[in-house]
Structure formats: structure tokens, C-alpha cells
């Protein structure tokens, strides 16, 4: 295969982000911030050719962003973790009727902290998955949270999701 010879490294975009909700700074993340976009391919076969696609169609793309956050104690962080509680103050109280309320996207958008290209999740949500609170002498206690973008209808066809870009683009 031969070596090769790097001649440019101006546009690796390497380490950590900040993370803004609803424009609302997170704080601190403990653990790395990931994004994965999933494209969701339906492959058309016919029994004449076996397993191999004759044909493909895109039936959408989802996306999904874990962050864990350490400021854990932030009201701003707590709000994001738990969308299904009611804030009050410094205060946030938990347990409504099912199905009371539909919980909202909001801009959730990452920053890389040395420049690189943002992306900004039109409508994220937060997943109704776990979130386990610690209390430990051993290190930060971080909140980790899951969550998903929703499409924005009120947007263009093709720029429903997201977008990768930014200042830095």
C-alpha cells in the first residue's frame, strides 16, 4: 500500500465541546461528548439475484448525541437531564399524570472548544432512558444523558434534522 505523506493537518478537528441547549450553556462534560447518525437504507432484492441490492432508498436519517454532563448540581443541566419535571425556583418536583404533556424539542447545539465545525440539532429531545445519580468521594458526579433529534417540519425538505457546519465551515 505504500506510505503516506501528510502534507496538511490545518483541518483535523479534534477535542472537547460545549454544549448549549436551548442556547442555555451546559456546563462542564466528564467523559466525552458523542454523536451518532444513523442513515436508515432499504435495500430492494429480487430472488433472481440472491442477497445482493438491486436498488436502495433512504427512509431517513436519525441522530443522537450522550452527554454527560458534570456540572450535575447546574438548575440549567438538571432542566435538560429531566424534561419531565416541573422547575420552580431552585426547586424541581417530579409526577404528573401520563401522557399530560409533550415534551418539546430545542436547539441543542456542540461546539468544538478549538474551533471545527458545530452541529446543531434543530429539535432534540431527551430519551426516556435511565439516568442514574451517584453520590461517590472517588470523582465528579455526572449525569449522562441521551438525546435525539425530531424532525422540524417547519423547515426546509432536506434541512429537517441538523446540520454540520457553522463559523468554522
Known sequence: MGEQTIHSINNL??????????????????????????????????????????????RGTSITVRIPMAESDRMEALVAAFPTGTRTGRVMTFGRTAGANEIYGKKLRLKPV????????YKAVVLGEPVTLE??????RVIEVTMEGMID?????????????????
Open 13 to 58: 478537528d479534534w477535542g472537547i465541546c460545549e454544549v448549549e441547549y436551548d442556547g442555555t450553556p451546559l456546563g462542564a462534560t466528564k467523559g466525552n461528548v458523542s454523536v451518532t447518525i444513523t442513515p436508515d437504507i432499504v435495500r430492494g432484492t429480487v430472488d433472481k439475484y440472491g442477497a445482493a441490492p438491486l436498488r436502495a432508498w433512504d
Open 135 to 140: 453520590y461517590t468521594n472517588d470523582d465528579f
Open 153 to 169: 417540519t417547519t423547515r426546509d425538505d432536506g434541512d429537517t434534522l441538523f446540520q454540520i457546519g457553522g463559523p468554522f465551515s
Open 114 to 121: 478549538n474551533g471545527g465545525r458545530w452541529i446543531t440539532i
